[in-house]
């Protein structure tokens, strides 16, 4: 599985984006797609998956009510609509595809992953 990232960029703090994550390759073995993000001198951390076979969502608490994860089959595509962001928010996001069902969290439970998109929020 092959994933490529779009949509991030410089906004100001409150403002939105909408992340793009395509799929491609053998997506009938993905189970679920998650974004994670690092921010600079930070370790990488979870922030929402969705299952491809139920729709189940989770989030980490500092996104709920800000981020919605969804995904468009059609198009092999995952999005991460994030709004009222803080300077906070400001990492590389990353897309990752595993066979872990359910709404992992881990990084060890994904076994795809993409090149990742900077988000850079200002104040």
């Known amino acids: 599985v092959q994933l490529v990232e779009s949509g991030g960029g410089l906004v100001q703090t409150g403002g939105s984006l909408r992340l793009s994550c395509v799929a491609s390759?053998?997506?009938?073995?993905?189970?679920?797609t998650a974004w994670f993000r690092q921010a600079p001198g930070k370790e990488r951390e979870f922030v929402s998956v969705?299952?491809?076979?139920?729709?189940?969502?989770d989030y980490r608490r500092s996104v709920k009510g800000r981020f919605t994860i969804s995904r468009d089959n059609a198009k092999n595509t995952v999005y991460l609509q994030m709004n009222r962001l803080t300077s906070e928010d400001t990492a590389v996001y990353y897309c990752?595809?595993?066979?872990?069902?359910?709404?992992?969290?881990?990084?060890?439970?994904?076994?795809?992953w993409g090149q990742g998109t900077q988000v850079t929020v200002s104040s």
């Open positions: 990752a595809a595993g066979r872990v069902a359910g709404t992992p969290f881990l990084e060890s439970d994904f076994d795809s």
């Open positions: 390759g053998r997506t009938d073995s993905i189970y679920t």
């Open positions: 969705i299952s491809w076979r139920t729709d189940t969502t």
